[in-house]
Structure formats: C-alpha cells, structure tokens
C-alpha cells in the first residue's frame, strides 16, 4: 500500500542541526511532490517546503530560507530534510506528505519528534 | 508569510451544522482555489478533508463540504457525529510555489 515512513525521533541540542528522512513505497517516487510541515507541542501545523523528487528542485517558506535543505535519493525512494541551527523553539513534531490532489496532502508520514534541549 | 486566521473554537451538538472559517487575503485564499482542509485528531497525521475549495477525497463523507467568498473559505460540516471532534486546519496556496496554513480550529461536539 502506498505510504510514508519517517525516521525516529531525535534529540539535538542548541546550535546542532537535525535530518529527517521520509522513506515511499507503494507508488512510483518521482510522480508526486513531497512537502514537509512541522508542528509545535500545542500548536498548529507551518509549511516548511516542498521537494520534486523527479528533478530535486525545491521550494523553502521564507522563514526557513538559509536553514533548511530537502534532499531526495531516487534510488532509495527517500526524501530527506535536514533543518541546521537549531534552536528550543524548533521542537515540533515534523511531518512529510504527498501532494497527490493540487495542493491537497493526502498521504502523510507519520511524523517525526524532534526535541532540541540543552 | 502569515498564518491564514481561524477561530480558535468551534462547537455543536450532535447531528446539527457547523461551520468553520479561514481567512486569508488576495494573495492567498483570494487569489486561488487551492484551498484545503484537514482532520486532525490528537497525536495523529492529518487528514485531508476537501481540497481545491470543495472538491472530496474518495472516503470523505458528504457531510463535509466546501466554499469560498472573497478572502474567507468555509468548511461546513452537518450532520455532527462524536467521531468529528478534532482539531481543523484550512491551507491554502499563496503563490510562488509556497502554501500557508491556518491556526487550527478545535471542533468541539456537545
């Protein structure tokens, strides 16, 4: 079946730099954009990009521009992003997810916890 | 990028109506019908509810439903069920290959 598979939680401290991979299967890699959206503990949910697995061009929200890379390996069918400079207020559950309707997530990962403590 | 407002809360009794907005501006929810809504429930993934405005994935009940005017998109679901209690967030494409989404809104059912 087709889905997402994330990476397990991290633990990072101020300063370091976090990469979360979010492994498909069930469908062919480089037919659907992959997005990335995090939340904080309590919070809402916040775009940090977008990826095309077919060519790896990609897309960062403006907040993110500098810390953030997405990265793609076909051979593994694995996106990955990778956030630098990490800082308490980047603790949130991230979340990969497939645009497979215009701008409509209908496959998601099933998140990743990212901690950044001293 | 601003997050695109929605009340913080909603409620309804069981099998009556509620609606829920989220408005953004011309740049965004005006500017495009790429808006769309997600199901959360506590310590899961989020679910698509209705994309482009008020289009329905295969799955989605009937009872949710779509719309927009001007800067506002609504999700209007009737027919309240217990299992609808949930937190609620629009998105919508702002251009530029970028996407904005809501605050949440927290769906209480009485």
């Known amino acids: 079946q087709v889905q997402l598979v994330q990476s397990g939680a991290e633990v990072k401290k101020p300063g370091a730099s976090v990469k979360v991979s979010c492994k498909a299967s069930?469908?062919?890699?480089?037919?659907?954009?992959l997005h990335w959206a995090r939340q904080a503990p309590g919070q809402g949910l916040e775009w940090m990009g977008v990826?095309?697995?077919?060519?790896?061009?990609?897309s960062y929200a403006q907040k993110f521009q500098g810390r953030v890379t997405m990265t793609r390996d076909t051979s593994t069918s694995t996106v990955y992003m990778e956030l630098s400079s990490l800082r308490s207020g980047d603790t949130a559950v991230y979340y990969c997810?497939?645009?497979?309707?215009?701008?409509?997530?209908?496959?998601w990962g099933q998140g990743t916890m990212v901690t950044v403590s001293s | 990028q601003s997050a695109l407002t929605q009340p913080p809360s909603a409620s309804g009794s069981r099998g009556q109506s509620v609606t829920i907005s989220c408005t953004g501006t011309s740049s965004d929810v005006g500017g495009y019908n790429y808006v769309s809504w997600y199901q959360q429930h506590p310590g899961k993934a989020p679910k698509l509810m209705i994309y482009e405005v008020s289009k329905r994935p295969s799955g989605v009940p009937d009872r949710f439903s779509g719309s927009k005017s001007g800067n506002t998109a609504s999700l209007t679901v009737s027919g309240l069920q217990t299992e609808d209690e949930a937190d609620y967030y629009c998105?919508?494409?702002?251009?530029?290959?970028?996407?904005?989404f809501g605050g949440g809104t927290k769906l209480t059912v009485l």
């Open positions: 998105s919508s494409y702002a251009g530029s290959n970028n996407l904005v």
């Open positions: 997810a497939r645009e497979d309707l215009v701008f409509g997530f209908n496959i």
């Open positions: 069930g469908y062919t890699f480089t037919t659907y954009n």
């Open positions: 990826i095309n697995p077919s060519g790896g061009s990609t």
